[in-house]
């Protein structure tokens, strides 16, 4: 048995009543909105302003109702109706973001996962903490500039998509960064980066077993950055600032890859032992996190980030990856998340995956 996260409270709501799945209308609301309706869940969009038009043009993947609020700010006055429409919200990056981490885990609505988690990603000191004491290999942090002794980049608190990050061939280049808010300093890593989507479950007994439930891999992705990339990012830097061009790390796109099979097994060890940590500090992630590395050429596999929700890089895989088509034929993590609330439901346990 898994460990229960949600309290009677706000399990309240949902009594005897069918969830109605819930996300702001960004980032991967279309997956969202399309796998609760395959299986066969009311669904709303929380919007600010005006419900978005662009969902006319993707029937199959458009919200049942929208709620709107004048703001993203405003969000939390609409618990109350939220609670009334038995409303289970779906986090990712776009909500946690416009919202932040302790106006999203004090709102008072039943979330799908463990709202604790949050503050452990937003909090980039505390996640490396997490990672670190799970045996993950990850590129060394510099406290101060004064440490500096090769390029690294410098990167803000949150789920920011990039925005703001800055690289640094050398120490000295960190005179042109002025910070705007928390930040750290990491290696620069050379490689290929890597951005898997894992999904945990406390629900199952079977599969690639984990803490009390099992551990799934459903697609990996490459990123698309707006005005710099891979091969060139340490040599074009200068040139960039020369011609006037600050170069960013915003993401603009994703790209689907596979890792050699032989790696595999690698990436599921540091995965299984970040959740069995996990459950030992805040009792545990549940549903789907992307752990975001670089491998080298020895075949190293650092990670520098996790992102303890879904993550927009599984939009390319609407219909199933190389990897979740080995779980179910055209399983998209959206439909992923939609499922194993109908499992709770259909067992019991609600308890255990809604905070």
Not at 50 to 61: I, Q, S
Not at 127 to 149: C, F, I, K
Not at 263 to 272: D, I, Q, T, Y
Request: some cysteine; overall charge neutral.
């Amino acid at each position: 048995m898994g460990i229960p996260l949600s309290s009677n409270a706000r399990l309240s709501s949902l009594e005897g009543r069918a969830p109605a799945i819930t996300t702001l209308c960004s980032h991967s609301s279309l997956q969202i909105f399309h796998g609760a309706r395959k299986e066969g869940f009311r669904t709303i969009g929380l919007a600010a302003g005006t419900p978005p038009r662009f969902y006319d043009a993707f029937p199959l993947a458009r919200p049942d109702r929208f709620v709107t609020v004048p703001k993203m700010a405003d969000l939390p006055s609409v618990a109350d109706h939220l609670r009334s429409e038995a409303a289970v919200i779906v986090p990712h990056g776009s909500f946690v973001e416009y919202m932040g981490a302790d106006a999203f885990s004090a709102w008072d609505v039943p979330v799908y996962g463990n709202r604790k988690v949050i503050s452990w990603e937003a909090d980039r000191k505390k996640s490396r903490e997490w990672l670190e004491s799970a045996g993950a290999t990850m590129p060394r942090r510099y406290d101060h500039a004064s440490e500096v002794d090769g390029p690294v980049i410098v990167k803000y608190y949150g789920a920011k998509g990039g925005k703001g990050f800055f690289l640094a061939k050398n120490r000295e280049a960190l005179d042109d960064f002025h910070p705007t808010g928390p930040y750290v300093i990491q290696e620069y890593v050379l490689g290929t980066r890597y951005y898997m989507h894992f999904f945990y479950t406390p629900l199952s007994d079977r599969g690639y077993r984990v803490g009390h439930g099992s551990l799934e891999l459903l697609g990996m992705d490459r990123r698309d950055e707006a005005n710099i990339d891979e091969l060139y990012k340490l040599g074009a830097h200068e040139e960039l600032v020369r011609a006037g061009i600050r170069p960013t790390f915003v993401v603009t796109g994703n790209v689907p890859v596979v890792l050699r099979e032989s790696l595999l097994p690698r990436a599921f060890e540091v995965a299984a032992h970040i959740v069995e940590r996990s459950i030992e500090l805040f009792g545990g992630m549940v549903g789907p996190f992307c752990l975001e590395g670089i491998m080298t050429e020895e075949l190293e596999f650092k990670v520098f980030e996790i992102s303890t929700r879904i993550v927009a890089g599984t939009n390319l895989f609407i219909s199933g990856s190389p990897y979740s088509d080995f779980v179910e034929p055209n399983l998209s993590t959206g439909r992923r998340i939609a499922q194993e609330i109908r499992r709770a439901l259909d067992t019991g346990r609600l308890a255990e995956i809604i905070s």
